[in-house]
């Protein structure tokens, strides 16, 4: 029941910060994450779904006050913000096999809502993006992971996932991240280019890593945009961009790097006994896709590539994300 009280609060705490914003000049967002996007597959990350609600503060709004108290953030650079709420689903690979199965990742349910900030600086021959995001959230039966599968499952006639029960334990989770990105823009022909590095970190009892990447855009408009689309484990669908402006578009591709301190939906509860695996430290991703915008609207999908994340794993994983956008 703690479980269940804490995924009615986390929805909530989304909807009254939603209720509290103006609806006007808004950027609604849906995201939906799936391994069937990529590989076909059915396991590990299986599903991840995804809404956010992005607008640029008007003058005396919350969270350019929020952004005063934050180090290194102020109102006067604050140029967009967003709030979120979303489930993802882990299973192992076998959905079939009743029994724990000891070496494959665990069964898991994430339930949360955020809050991202955003910071666009415009430099000379260069531009840096920021962004800022914090969540709370259930990991465990509270998340809803089981209920989710299970039905869709039998709506779509497919095997009914049968480990459930080895779920981890219910766990509140509070995370905060941060990503800063430098673009070097230029022209290629018709086309304009943005390259660069980017770093950031996680610190929370979800997940805790330092990062860092390369990226690339190539296409028209890019200005329009935020940067590159962004999966999980990074919070937020980071797909803001300005409306009216005709039809513009970009190919992307990343590569970026974590060092992984803390995983939980790996590492199993804090405070419980619950089924884990040896976690690796280092791992990696490659990511690409297509993004397109025309007016009010805007369509992304994007590819991943990841290294293994655990010891016992098998195979790579891969799975996709498609978002779509519009204004208000």
Same mark, same amino acid.
Not at 47 to 61: C, K, M, R, T, V
Not at 133 to 162: M, R
Not at 196 to 201: L, Y
């Given at each position: 029941?703690?479980?269940?009280?804490?995924?009615?609060?986390?929805? &909530?705490?989304?909807?009254?910060?939603?209720?509290?914003?103006?609806?006007?000049?808004?950027?609604?967002?849906?995201?939906?994450?799936?391994?069937?996007?990529?590989?076909?597959?059915?396991?590990?990350?299986?599903?991840?779904?995804?809404?956010?609600?992005?607008?640029?503060?008007? &003058?005396?709004?919350?969270?350019?006050?929020?952004?005063?108290? *934050?180090?290194?953030?102020?109102?006067?650079?604050?140029?967009? &913000?967003?709030?979120?709420?979303?489930?993802?689903?882990?299973?192992?690979?076998?959905?079939?096999?009743?029994?724990?199965?000891?070496?494959?990742?665990?069964?898991?349910?994430?339930?949360?809502?955020?809050?991202?900030?955003?910071?666009?600086?415009?430099?000379?021959?260069?531009?840096?993006?920021?962004?800022?995001?914090?969540?709370?959230?259930?990991?465990?039966?509270?998340?809803?992971?089981?209920?989710?599968?299970?039905?869709?499952?039998?709506?779509?006639?497919?095997?009914?996932?049968?480990?459930?029960?080895?779920?981890?334990?219910?766990?509140?989770?509070?995370?905060?991240?941060?990503?800063?990105?430098?673009?070097?823009?230029?022209?290629?022909?018709?086309?304009?280019?943005?390259?660069?590095?980017?770093?950031?970190?996680?610190?929370?009892?979800?997940?805790?890593?330092?990062?860092?990447?390369?990226?690339?855009?190539?296409?028209?408009?890019?200005?329009?945009?935020?940067? *590159?689309?962004?999966?999980?484990?990074?919070?937020?669908?980071?797909?803001?961009?300005?409306?009216?402006?005709?039809?513009?578009?970009?190919?992307?591709?990343?590569?970026?790097?974590?060092?992984?301190?803390?995983?939980?939906?790996?590492?199993?509860? $804090?405070?419980?006994?619950?089924?884990?695996?040896?976690?690796?430290?280092?791992?990696?991703?490659?990511?690409?896709?297509?993004?397109? &915008?025309?007016?009010?609207?805007?369509?992304?999908?994007?590819?991943?590539?990841?290294?293994?994340?655990?010891?016992?794993?098998?195979?790579?994983?891969?799975?996709?994300?498609?978002?779509? $956008?519009?204004?208000?």
């Amino acid at each position: 029941m703690k479980g269940h009280s804490w995924a009615r609060a986390s929805v &909530a705490v989304a909807l009254t910060a939603i209720s509290s914003s103006t609806w006007a000049d808004g950027l609604l967002t849906l995201k939906s994450e799936n391994d069937i996007f990529a590989s076909g597959d059915d396991g590990h990350y299986t599903n991840g779904l995804e809404i956010d609600w992005s607008f640029e503060p008007g &003058a005396g709004h919350w969270t350019r006050d929020f952004a005063d108290l *934050i180090p290194g953030w102020s109102a006067a650079s604050l140029d967009g &913000a967003s709030y979120r709420f979303g489930q993802q689903i882990y299973t192992p690979e076998d959905i079939d096999e009743s029994r724990l199965i000891e070496d494959d990742r665990p069964y898991a349910g994430v339930l949360y809502a955020g809050l991202s900030l955003f910071d666009d600086e415009q430099l000379t021959g260069w531009r840096r993006t920021s962004g800022l995001y914090f969540d709370v959230g259930i990991v465990g039966p509270g998340a809803g992971g089981h209920t989710v599968q299970e039905n869709f499952h039998h709506l779509v006639d497919s095997d009914d996932p049968k480990g459930w029960h080895n779920q981890l334990n219910n766990e509140p989770f509070v995370n905060v991240a941060y990503e800063t990105a430098w673009w070097k823009q230029s022209q290629l022909g018709a086309l304009e280019t943005e390259y660069g590095p980017s770093v950031g970190f996680a610190l929370g009892n979800l997940y805790t890593y330092a990062s860092t990447g390369l990226g690339l855009r190539v296409g028209q408009g890019l200005d329009r945009s935020f940067g *590159i689309p962004a999966v999980a484990p990074s919070q937020g669908s980071r797909v803001f961009f300005k409306q009216d402006g005709g039809f513009s578009w970009y190919l992307f591709a990343n590569l970026e790097g974590r060092f992984m301190a803390h995983n939980m939906l790996l590492d199993g509860n $804090s405070f419980e006994d619950s089924h884990s695996v040896d976690r690796r430290k280092w791992v990696g991703d490659a990511q690409m896709g297509l993004a397109m &915008a025309w007016d009010r609207w805007q369509l992304t999908y994007s590819a991943l590539w990841r290294t293994h994340e655990f010891e016992e794993q098998s195979d790579s994983d891969q799975f996709g994300s498609i978002t779509l $956008s519009t204004w208000l």
